[in-house]
């Protein structure tokens, strides 16, 4: 994780450690540069430096090893600010019951949480006593849209600016699919990479995950190469399609059964010829897809987080990269949900 070292917030975001009250100053001020650039207007720029200031006083107070990622979200007609804030401390029994003003644990009036909830225009969260919390919070000029069925996040290695991996999420022709790329390496390199791989996703052809698969590939020869898949949900006919090269984990989860693995053959995307193939799984309502890089161990479960599965996409994707992911290596977390 960094600082802010520039005026200008890439997509991917940038995250911020949160060990001491000045942190929260060069939060706010983060926050307030793009909220400006996003063109908020001033009076949600003005909320959002409220929410940011409120979350990274928060972490100071209650949080161990507290971090925050600010960074921008897209919609069909304009742009918001999202923070997304985790933490190892104590966590909370009753999230909602702490958002009510005047509940506080650190002797303060207790009106953090519920000034940024009212200030939010979308906001989710997961807390677990002993486990921590995961909160995330998006200030859009007006109403937020509708949360993603697919979201997630990227964390670049400690002592980066930049991660070599990332994900995507497009919906073309009726088909929903996701993209999660590890760009070979570390760095700028890798970063391209992926960049290279995210590009040639959001203009390929309306083609099933194997197909999409082989776009990539051709697009990808001037990189280093990069480890990807590509997952399509297809809830009509309870589906998931699934094509996967390298070391890109993917499984499904489904309350009250094990967790299935989705196979990814060996290869690179960008390099050589790799064998592609394409297969397909059960995929009923409520089921929820999660694809992560190398940089997040799969030795999670669900079944540790009771009620996460019932969050949002995003949210779930915050809690298992807190807990999974390596500080050794770039991250990435995607989950998708299964709708009725």
Known sequence: MVPLTSDVVPDQ?????????????????????????????????????????????????????????????????EAGVELIALDSGPGMADL??????????????????????????????????????????????????????????TRPLTGESVSGDGYAVRVVEGRYQVLVSD?????????????????????APAAPPGAVVQHLHRSMSHTR??????????????LLRY????????????????????????GIAGHQRPTVREYDYPFAAGALLTMHSDGVVDRWSMDDYPGLADRSPLVVATTLLRDAGIRRDDACVLVARAWS
């Open 225 to 238: 190469g990069a480890a990807l898949a590509v997952a399509e949900l297809d809830p009509a006919a309870g």
């Open 13 to 77: 975001g940038i995250w911020f450690r949160v060990e001491s009250s000045s942190a929260a100053s060069a939060v706010r001020r983060a926050a307030e540069r793009l909220g400006s650039q996003l063109e908020l207007g001033a009076e949600r720029t003005a909320d959002l430096a409220i929410v940011a200031a409120e979350l990274t006083s928060n972490l100071v107070k209650h949080a161990d090893e507290g971090a925050l990622l600010l960074r921008p979200v897209r919609g069909t007609r």
């Open 96 to 153: 909602a019951h702490s958002a009510q003003d005047g509940h506080s644990t650190a002797g303060t009036l207790g009106i953090g949480l519920g000034a940024i909830l009212r200030q939010a225009s979308w906001s989710d969260g997961y807390s677990r006593p002993g486990r921590g919390t995961a909160f995330v919070v998006q200030v859009w000029p007006v109403a937020a849209p509708e949360p993603s069925w697919a979201a997630g996040l």
């Open 183 to 203: 760009g070979l390496g570390h760095g700028p390199l890798a970063s391209a990479a992926s960049d290279a791989a995210l590009t040639a996703f959001r203009a």
């Open 243 to 266: 094509a996967g090269l390298g070391n890109i984990s993917a499984m499904i989860t489904v309350e009250g059964e094990r967790r299935r693995g989705l196979v990814s053959l060996p």
